[in-house]
T-cell receptor, first 113, second 111 residues
Framework: GESVGLHLPTLSVQEGDNSIINCAYSNSASDYFIWYKQESGKGPQFIIDIRSNMDKRQGQRVTVLLNKTVKHLSLQIAATQPGDSAVYFCAEILSGGYNKLIFGAGTRLAVHP | DAGVTQSPTHLIKTRGQQVTLRCSPKSGHDTVSWYQQALGQGPQFIFQYYEEEERQRGNFPDRFSGHQFPNYSSELNVNALLLGDSALYLC??????????FGPGTRLTVT
């Protein structure tokens, strides 16, 4: 299949380690922030979202942190597995922008055994 | 539930031609959005359909048009194709303002 993110920054981790993927955003009027995972040959897959009035949200093996002061978003993946290898995108939804996702630059996560 | 489906999977067209891409949303979803993803970049919002009307539009020329049918399926049409239109075209459906489900995309190559 086609390659997603040929020239994107890459984060390399060992299987079992924790991964932290970072994202900077510029809009101050965002209601939601969302992380997507995109594997080669597939469309983006929803991972987790966080509302702008929250600082932290946890899911299964994932945690999203939002720092509105410095406009920074991070995705933490616990006990990273080979199946986590993919390109990860952060996206935001502006106030009133129903379903209109504004994607940031992606990061490729490479998990090594 | 088949999820979001798109057709065709791959398509090769010549500059100046017209193309139509199709999308069937996830069952129960009434909103369909289209995105263009160039190689190595994040998806860019083209437009969104709800109740058979274009509700929002991104910064794309009017060569890009669409349609939503009563069964919520949708088409994306691109006229007068340019080399720069080569990309992965993604369809996403939703039933609430936040959670979008993407299809596998259609890879369009313009030669």
């Amino acid at each position: 299949g086609e390659s997603v993110g040929l020239h994107l920054p890459t984060l390399s981790v060992q299987e079992g380690d924790n991964s932290i993927i970072n994202c900077a955003y510029s809009n101050s009027a965002s209601d939601y922030f969302i992380w997507y995972k995109q594997e080669s040959g597939k469309g983006p897959q929803f991972i987790i979202d966080i509302r702008s009035n929250m600082d932290k949200r946890q899911g299964q093996r994932v945690t999203v942190l939002l720092n509105k002061t410095v406009k920074h978003l991070s995705l933490q993946i616990a006990a990273t597995q080979p199946g986590d290898s993919a390109v990860y995108f952060c996206a935001e939804i502006l106030s009133g922008g129903y379903n209109k996702l504004i994607f940031g630059a992606g990061t490729r996560l490479a998990v090594h055994p | 539930d088949a999820g979001v489906t798109q057709s065709p999977t791959h398509l090769i067209k010549t500059r100046g031609q017209q193309v139509t891409l199709r999308c069937s949303p996830k069952s129960g979803h009434d909103t369909v959005s289209w995105y263009q993803q160039a190689l190595g970049q994040g998806p860019q919002f083209i437009f969104q359909y709800y109740e058979e009307e274009e509700r929002q539009r991104g910064n794309f020329p009017d060569r890009f048009s669409g349609h939503q049918f009563p069964n919520y399926s949708s088409e994306l049409n691109v006229n007068a194709l340019l080399l720069g239109d080569s990309a992965l075209y993604l369809c996403a459906s939703s039933s609430d303002p936040v959670h979008m489900y993407f299809g596998p995309g259609t890879r369009l190559t313009v030669t």
